[in-house]
């Protein structure tokens, strides 16, 4: 396959033309058109050459979404969530299902490192609010996970304290960096680099104006069932290419982060979960044996407070029979996110040598 140049542009899916559904992006077509909700990155790359455990090369990170502007501790937001097929792991999301709310940030990274990004979660957090585990319940962070052991030294497990903290420190609203970028520095998705990618979708003011935004972490598949705007790109890349250096062993995983200002309960969040499903099958998976969809979903129209004197809070709620434009949506910003992950990743190399070429845009824009 053809190398991407270092300096050569890369672009986000509709630049390329692609028809990517009815409803208009947001502002900056990301999960942080959902206001409120910031995004941070941490990024670690160095090395090069053959595996050794523990030094290296390094092809990792993580990635921290927070889905309040103030603190998500004190001011929970209403969560839900859907497993499509559980070869994969969500810390903290059996809690999450059981109670119906997002009391920590989220984070993403690689498998081997849940455990490590759910340590340094817990020290920031008690760093912030000392009074958990005595005064306050004990937290559980929610830690997505894929596996990036194709280009990354996995076992080492590189991502340390520093990184989770400067993914926190990093977080922020507006443009969201994609591709190589966090925990998506080292995943790849149908043969292709990908990694982190986002989307959003703006509803006109006559289905409720509400914002629904996805990132995602982008790690499965093969190349033959890639298919863009609902065309089997990846079967024609495959007869063109038929690239010999490729995993054949794991064929990865995806976590979906679901963000939206429209005035859900969990159960209903746990509804619209299930339809980014669809969103990832727009793009060619078949939930393989071995990957694992996992969906994590909140509003933030809703914050319920740690403490409170009242017996009853109030919350409003959108009407089950107006979810179908929510639906549609979260379809259409999974699918973009997923490419634009694709689009906006470039070639890299990792442990022994191991390459993941970026996917050829002259090429599909071609077809599309």
Not at 109 to 127: F, P, R
Not at 142 to 171: F, M, P, Q
Not at 189 to 204: E, M, V
Request: aromatic share 4%; charged share 20%; net charge neutral.
């Amino acid at each position: 396959m053809p190398e991407t140049a270092p300096n050569e542009p890369r672009c986000r899916a509709r630049d390329l033309g692609i028809s990517l559904g009815r409803y208009k992006p947001g502002r900056w077509n990301a999960i942080t058109d959902v206001a409120g909700v910031r995004v941070g990155h941490s990024t670690v790359t160095r090395g090069a050459g053959p595996l050794r455990v523990g030094k290296g090369p390094v092809r990792t990170g993580v990635t921290a979404i927070l889905p309040n502007p103030t603190n998500v501790f004190e001011d929970r937001v209403v969560g839900g969530g859907f497993v499509l097929n559980g070869a994969g792991e969500v810390s903290g999301m059996t809690q999450l299902l059981e109670w119906g709310l997002v009391e920590t940030p989220i984070f993403l990274t690689n498998t081997l490192s849940v455990g490590a990004v759910s340590d340094a979660a817990v020290k920031w957090m008690v760093e912030r609010y000392p009074g958990i585990g005595d005064e306050h319940d004990v937290i559980i962070p929610l830690v997505g996970e894929c596996d990036d052991s194709w280009l990354n030294d996995i076992a080492g497990r590189h991502v340390k304290d520093e990184h989770v903290y400067e993914a926190l420190r990093t977080a922020s609203d507006g443009p969201v960096p994609e591709g190589s970028v966090g925990g998506g520095t080292g995943m790849i998705t149908c043969d292709f680099k990908a990694g982190i990618g986002t989307s959003s979708r703006k509803l006109p003011e006559t289905l409720g104006g509400y914002t629904v935004g996805v990132l995602v972490m982008s790690n499965f598949g093969v190349m033959r069932q890639l298919r863009i705007g609902g065309l089997p790109v990846g079967e024609v890349l495959e007869a063109r290419y038929r690239p010999a250096n490729r995993r054949t062993r794991n064929y990865g995983s995806i976590i979906a982060v679901i963000a939206t200002d429209a005035p859900l309960i969990t159960h209903q969040l746990n509804r619209l979960a299930k339809r980014a499903a669809l969103g990832i099958g727009r793009v060619g998976s078949t939930a393989m044996h071995g990957s694992g969809e996992i969906v994590l979903a909140f509003s933030t129209a809703n914050q319920v407070p740690r403490e409170t004197n009242k017996m009853v809070y109030r919350m409003k709620i959108l009407l089950d029979q107006r979810l179908d434009p929510l639906y549609e949506a979260v379809i259409e910003a999974t699918e973009e996110a997923i490419l634009n992950a694709l689009c906006m990743a470039r070639d890299m190399e990792g442990v022994n040598g191991n390459v993941s070429k970026a996917l050829p845009l002259d090429d599909v824009k071609e077809m599309v």
